[in-house]
């Protein structure tokens, strides 16, 4: 026994005096080194309480929205939804207020889930922006129903997977910067009605098809943003353009001389008149590179100036398939057909929706040592980034277009007949309507 770990913990001569100088220097560093170390851990963990706290103070509500059975307008109602959602942003809390006092942007979950061959449309909000929502809901949607319902979560189990039910799914990141857009509801849009394209008609289709245990969730998490995206997208087109990004001078204790010459010019002044090196640069300055554009990169400048112009929100795009364990095993084919539902809305110029590798559950995203352990452990916490609305930590900026685009209620043309409408709009009493006390 004694030789085997002899021969297991064995190290080369080559190696003692590199691992002797590395012993010596963390022996001189090692005070310096662990305070920092802990110190970001106690940081991180300081900010995840915070948040944590933050959404157990929310009282969120879970409202059912019920479509009416003809609805003749295009995702633009939808659209409005969404404007209004961006209503409760703060314009940005002070250093006190987010790190102290813990607050945090509000934000809503748009959920539509799949069951027992019925799909239902679910809006979960604060209790404070209810009525704003239903508002927002109804002046475009008159005919809508929205009533409370018990969260259809607390039925479920703390904790997935189990023995019984076993969980799949994925989140969708962009793969380009977020100021390049994706394809969106105008796309697909056409004067007349039966060849209009409804974008969601594919992902609402096998969602009706659920029966027994499976269900099917859709979780749309929008976080109103602030202007990063019209930074980032200045950036990137003028970088397209050509054009040199103004640095603000950074103050200095030193006076400020300006010789007309950088001190890289002076180290060449031996060899390259300082005259010469400005013509250049002038040279440069004055070449006119929006007109050596190519038309693909003209269209995508404007594209991006578009998106910039809406309002944006930090979006977290998150699927999930629940099925019995022993039953269909299907969990890696609705994944596959979540993800084909997202590509429609990919393109090969501008931007496209990708399944995150760190969160995707099929059996194919894992290699390597305790394969199954790895993969029951990333369900788990793909299920409680669900069941508590988790942000991603880099969510991709969708504008109000693209939300629209990817949630929004089926067209009359498209909707299936397993999706729940409203035959008839439950009608408020008349207000001069006498009362029996």
């Known amino acids: 026994m004694s030789q085997f770990f002899s021969s297991l913990f064995y190290v080369p001569p080559q190696l003692v005096p590199i691992l002797q100088s590395i012993g010596t220097v963390w022996g001189w560093v090692w005070w310096i080194v662990l305070p920092i170390i802990a110190a970001l851990i106690f940081w991180e963990t300081y900010l995840l309480y915070l948040h944590v706290r933050f959404l157990q103070s929310i009282n969120w509500v879970v409202l059912e929205i019920k479509i009416p059975k003809n609805v003749l307008k295009t995702p633009k109602a939808m659209e409005q939804i969404f404007a209004a959602a961006h209503a409760p942003y703060s314009y940005g809390y002070n250093w006190y207020q987010t790190y102290i006092q813990g607050r945090d942007e509000y934000f809503f979950s748009f959920e539509l889930v799949g069951r027992a061959g019925e799909t239902h449309f679910y809006l979960r909000t604060p209790d404070d922006y209810r009525k704003m929502m239903e508002s927002a809901i ?87 943003a602030g202007f990063e995206l019209q930074e980032e997208g200045e950036k990137i087109i003028n970088k397209m353009l050509g054009l040199e990004e103004k640095k603000e001078k950074k103050p200095s204790i030193f006076p400020n001389f300006d010789l007309g010459i950088s001190l890289e010019e002076a180290v060449r002044a031996p060899f390259q008149h300082p005259g010469e090196a400005h013509s250049k640069k002038d040279e440069k300055k004055e070449k006119p590179m929006r007109f050596l554009m190519s038309p693909s990169e003209k269209a995508i400048t404007e594209a991006i100036q578009m998106k910039m112009g809406k309002f944006a929100f930090e979006t977290t795009m998150r699927f999930l398939y629940i099925e019995r364990r022993g039953e269909t095993r299907e969990g890696d084919k609705h994944a596959m057909l979540a993800h084909g539902y997202v590509r429609q809305f990919n393109t090969h110029d501008m931007n496209q929706l990708r399944p995150d590798s760190a969160t995707t559950s099929a059996s194919y995203a894992i290699r390597g040592l305790f394969k199954k352990l790895r993969l029951r452990l990333r369900k788990r916490i793909l299920y409680e980034r669900y069941t508590h609305l988790s942000h991603q930590s880099k969510a991709p900026l969708l504008n109000i277009e693209e939300l629209a685009t990817v949630f929004h209620f089926p067209v009359t043309a498209v909707s299936t007949s397993e999706l729940e409408k409203v035959e008839s709009r439950k009608g408020t009493p008349p207000a001069a309507l006498p009362v029996v006390e």
Request: net charge negative.
């Open 138 to 224: 109804y002046g475009q949607y008159p005919e809508a129903e929205i009533v409370e319902v018990e969260d259809y979560l607390h039925s479920m189990p703390h904790i997935l997977p189990n023995r019984d039910l076993d969980v799949s799914g994925f989140e969708e990141i962009f793969a380009k910067p977020s100021p390049y857009p994706i394809r969106t509801y105008p796309m697909f849009e056409d004067a007349i009605e039966e060849r209009r394209v409804d974008t969601m008609g594919s992902l609402l289709e096998a969602m009706s098809k659920m029966g027994g245990d499976q269900q099917f969730w859709y979780q749309l998490i929008v976080v109103p």
